[in-house]
């Protein structure tokens, strides 16, 4: 086997943080040990989920605020913070806290559109009537533009507090994380619309389908139409990669069983969006590889995110965590930061 023009610098993984909902502490605090397992392990990144009426994280900020003070050194990110439930200045305001925490460790992946379970959670999120309510891309401009930290009013304006006259800007600011803002991208026009505003792009599994029946000739084109609007900011890959060398006979049989029941969707468009899935890639690290090794987006992008399935148990993540750190990952180029302890 052969990675031939594969060169992964960057490897990250994105955990579901699940949870039984009679006891969300214990799922919450083993979701927390798998951010500092995969420190341990030299992931370069860490990214956590933002999902609404299910037992996961809902709140991502508040989550990877506990997550900097159990960390120190592996990058956390947001894939991604549906930004139509959210204020575009308070949301500014957590993850500028979640940063300075973190002493600038945050990435922050958001996407635009009408949000799951609008017509639920709506009413309860805007007090009041949201049929009419904005969830275009400008929100996502108006969230970047207070990240920014431009002072309020004129150079004449300011605030009293008890620290004395100030002129009034987003607390705390967070210097370079504007820099740090990345768009989850699933169709030609976000992904051109994320390179024309200067944000980095998340592509991973599902993507629309335009133009053709084919996963990777549509991801393809994403990402040229991406690069193709000037930028030269980052493009981060995810994939379902679950490898079971170290695990035992009944969990490898459910990894299979898992992959199995996802694998119809994979086989045509799904929807009116046409939605296109790339199929989940579970199996012992010499089958992983090779098919890691014939994937055509590999070779156009030089960082990897690890997507963890939601059905799975601690230990099982970790196993993945492990194989994948030490079987898989340096036979893409990667290779563990100085002073981090590779997988063994």
């Given at each position: 086997m052969s990675g031939g023009d594969i060169s992964i610098s960057h490897i990250g993984f994105l955990t579901?943080?699940?949870?039984?909902?009679?006891?969300?502490?214990?799922g919450l605090e083993q979701t927390l040990q798998q951010l500092q397992y995969g420190e341990e392990l030299g992931f370069d990144s860490a990214w956590v989920r933002q999902r609404h009426l299910e037992p996961g994280i809902s709140?991502?900020?508040?989550?990877?605020?506990?997550?900097?003070?159990?960390?120190?050194?592996?990058?956390l990110g947001t894939a991604v913070i549906p930004?139509?439930?959210?204020?575009?200045?308070?949301?500014?305001?957590?993850?500028?806290?979640?940063?300075?925490?973190?002493?600038?460790?945050l990435n922050i992946g958001v996407s635009a559109g009408r949000p799951p379970h609008a017509e639920l959670i709506g009413p309860l999120a805007f007090d009041g009537d949201s049929t009419s309510y904005d969830f275009s891309h400008d929100r996502v401009l108006r969230f970047a533009d207070n990240l920014r930290g431009?002072?309020?009013?004129?150079?004449?304006?300011?605030i009293k507090t008890p620290f004395g006259p100030r002129r009034p800007r987003l607390q705390p600011y967070a210097n370079g994380l504007i820099d740090r803002v990345w768009y989850g991208g699933g169709s030609q026009r976000s992904a051109g619309w994320a390179g024309r505003n200067g944000f980095n792009l998340l592509t991973g599994n599902v993507i629309t389908g335009e133009g053709t029946d084919d996963f990777f000739v549509a991801q393809s084109r994403l990402i040229e139409t991406y690069r193709d609007s000037g930028t030269q900011r980052r493009v981060a890959l995810g994939r379902v990669i679950v490898p079971f060398d170290s695990a035992d006979a009944p969990t490898r049989r459910r990894y299979r069983d898992y992959a199995d029941g996802r694998h119809q969707r994979t086989l045509s468009p799904q929807g009116e969006r046409r939605t296109l899935f790339a199929r989940d890639i579970v199996g012992r690290s010499e089958e992983i590889l090779e098919r890691l090794f014939a994937d055509p987006i590999l070779p156009e992008v030089s960082e990897l995110r690890l997507e963890l399935p939601y059905e799975f148990e601690h230990e099982e993540y970790r196993q993945i965590l492990h194989d994948f750190a030490s079987r898989i990952a340096p036979e893409l180029g990667w290779k563990a930061q100085p002073g981090i302890r590779a997988a063994s």
């Open positions: 579901p943080g699940n949870y039984s909902e009679d006891d969300p502490l214990s709140s991502a900020s508040g989550f990877l605020a506990a997550a900097t003070q159990r960390t120190s050194r592996i990058e930004i139509g439930y959210e204020s575009p200045y308070r949301l500014a305001e957590d993850l500028a806290t979640v940063d300075v925490l973190s002493r600038g460790r431009a002072y309020l009013g004129d150079d004449e304006t300011f």
